[in-house]
């Protein structure tokens, strides 16, 4: 261990969504110190939203007597580019679009110095699982984060994948359903987010009540989320049963195609629909297997993350700021 | 410059094809010195072929006089794995079916102990556009060679990503079209190289004539080719320009997936079917931007190989050999 792990042995985790900021202190086991919380939409411009985000941080580290004992800060945010810093155009951030936030540097400037490394949230979900996870030991594997959208996070040779502008890793904008597939936020059709997100799954089943009669619990809600589809499949609802068994079919089609890029050795899934993993995982296994050249069939495992939902957000940002 | 350059400043390359294997001398600058082709489907056993390339190797080392001067030996050959140096299950290669040779090995062996570094042909050829040719200065990039099938080699911060086990990059094999797809070699239906290898568009062709009785000068051949097609639309013949057109069209949807994985800043195209380049580039131009984020739109440029057609394969596998 080098000296700087004795000195430095906390880093600090910091997951950016559209409604709260996520906080934490974090030891080099993934153990959390101290965590908050603050809201991101109440404010419309990125400066005071950094002095409230200084000062949550300066109350954390105080609690968790970690006081210059911080290796670096590590973000998860969303349009974040890992190599200049910044958050650009991000439209889901009250603060952030049609702009170009010099973030890192602001935090930095804010915190005394600290080294700030900032990525998306799906890229820091695989640093996480690499760091403290399901893929530790794993050099090459794919993070599929199934939330309100589906994201990617890609590691080969250990090392994730950024691309020629920092931006690579958008699985879930490739294309799932070439005619007549489903209109994306980002503006295309058929992208596979929009059938195997959380919303892409309600979605599948106001569709499916909608063009068929067959009885479900479903017909009974006024509104319905993935976690109404995953409840109703728990009771054993069949039509539920088949809208995880289509999704799945549709992940697992996906999946083969990725494998064909990166030869992967597991492709590691992450999310609020991933806890549906008992009738997700066979139809997924099934149709990427279906769907792969026969020298990978039945060899690119499907794993389940392993972090504690409440503290994984902010183990994964924080994962990124060991690598400072 | 270190010594070693100065001391042995030349290193061989090998294109083992199904029917011939090509093999020549070549510089730092990419210069062929000399060079020669064998059989390699006079042999049903891997032992008589590896001394017809030794021999074939002695007399063009002697020729161009780098006795004692080769560095080493890069091979591009199919189902090569760059990791173990082994030929794996080539079941299109006389010698190579239901086995797994270890050729990088037994090559050194009978060329007194030169180091020896193999990958497949699709790989091999994004080395060499990388060191001789196209994408020099390119860290992040994506080869398709479009041959008899579509292979491809994918390069991310500069190194070519072989994957968990060798064979990442069969970017041939993502499925184009999802249902009724046609049947590949693989055994899958719907790959993209049952569209856009120079068989598929001779496949699109012959299907697409028995589909319409509109007039072609493709009609009037006994059997055609991918450069039958590529005559006639030389010749303005619309059908032939209208399958240059689809191929392109399928092309570019099936790279916008692939940026979406890796955001490179290129994708470089090589093989036969490149020669088509004034057919297909504004095809694909159109199709891949239509079908990418906006944040790429415009952004990712479609390149054509710069090294000379009959160096090419030999290029590509030498420069394997400057990184040994």
Chains 1, 2 share one sequence.
């Not at 670096?72 to 650009?88: C, L, Q, S, V």
């Not at 994948?161 to 690579?168: I, N």
């Not at 904008?173 to 936020?185: D, F, I, M, P």
């Amino acid at each position: 261990m080098n000296t700087d792990l004795i000195d430095k042995p906390y880093v600090v985790g910091i997951d950016i969504g559209g409604q709260t900021t996520k906080m934490g202190i974090v030891d080099m086991r993934g153990q959390v110190l101290s965590q908050t919380v603050i809201r991101t939409d109440t404010h419309t411009d990125v400066d005071p939203y950094i002095e409230d985000v200084a000062e949550a941080l300066d109350k954390i580290i105080k609690e968790s007597g970690s006081e210059d004992k911080i290796r670096g800060i590590g973000i998860g945010a969303p349009n974040a580019n890992y190599y200049t810093g910044t958050i650009e155009n991000a439209v889901n951030i009250s603060w952030g679009g049609s702009r170009t936030i010099p973030f890192a540097e602001m935090l930095s400037a804010r915190t005394g110095g600290l080294k700030v490394a900032l990525t998306n949230d799906a890229n820091a979900a695989a640093v996480g699982e690499m760091t403290y996870g399901a893929a530790r030991g794993m050099k090459n594997f794919i993070m599929i984060t199934l939330g309100t959208g589906v994201g990617s996070g890609i590691v080969i040779n250990g090392e994730v994948v950024y691309g020629h502008d920092g931006f690579a890793g958008e699985l879930g904008h490739t294309c799932a359903v070439r005619n007549n597939g489903r209109l994306c936020n980002c503006g295309k059709t058929g992208c596979l987010e929009t059938y195997c997100s959380a919303t892409g799954v309600a979605r599948t089943a106001r569709e499916w009540l909608t063009l068929s009669d067959e009885p479900s619990v479903l017909r009974s809600l006024d509104s319905i989320s993935s976690k109404d589809v995953y409840e109703a499949a728990k009771e054993g609802d069949k039509l539920a049963l088949k809208i995880f068994g289509f999704t799945g079919k549709m992940l697992g089609q996906s999946f083969a195609d990725f494998v064909a890029f990166s030869a992967p050795e597991a492709i590691v899934l992450f999310g609020g629909l991933a806890r549906a993993k008992e009738y997700l995982y066979q139809p997924i296994m099934d149709s990427m297997n279906a769907n792969l050249l026969p020298l990978w069939r039945d060899r690119i495992k499907i794993v389940f993350s392993q972090l504690k939902e409440s503290d994984a957000a902010i183990l994964g940002a924080s994962a990124l700021a060991w690598e400072l």
